[in-house]
Nanobody, 127 residues
Framework: QVQLVESGGGLVQAGGSLRLSCAAS????????MGWFRQAPGKEREFVAA????????QYSDSVKNRFTISRDNAKNTVVLQMNSLKPEDTAAYYC????????????????????WGQGTLVTVSS
């Protein structure tokens, strides 16, 4: 079992930046692929970005590509989502997720691929 806690959300103007962090605790000696998802009010949870356990592989949704960057520090058990050039449509609750894997390149984008989830952090982008 691994516990995930997100931080770094807040209110920002369009064009601004935010840095979300996800801290993992518990059974962190296992290998996990990590992902970020978001859910806007009245909408389904959607994939944002994922990084493989060794950072060899990353994947982004088309809506955030070239604006967001996912990275991880395995020594600190953290995953970061750097969000630049934010748009009002990026407003959502952002969730960190983890799935056990032995693959260095596994970067799943499906919600149901992930085993563990954080409680979320709210990002609001004003126009």
């Amino acid at each position: 079992q691994v516990q995930l806690v997100e931080s770094g959300g807040g209110l920002v103007q369009a064009g601004g930046s935010l840095r979300l962090s996800c801290a993992a605790s518990g059974r962190t000696n296992s290998n996990y692929a990590m992902g970020w998802f978001r859910q806007a009010p009245g909408k389904e949870r959607e994939f944002v970005a994922a990084v493989s356990l060794s950072s060899v592989g990353t994947q982004y949704s088309d809506s955030v590509k070239n604006r967001f960057t996912i990275s991880r520090d395995n020594a600190k058990n953290t995953v970061v989502l750097q969000m630049n050039s934010l748009k009002p449509e990026d407003t959502a609750a952002y969730y960190c997720a983890a799935v056990r894997t032995v693959s260095n390149t596994y970067v799943p984008a499906g919600v149901h691929a992930y085993e563990y989830w954080g409680q979320g952090t709210l990002v609001t982008v004003s126009s």
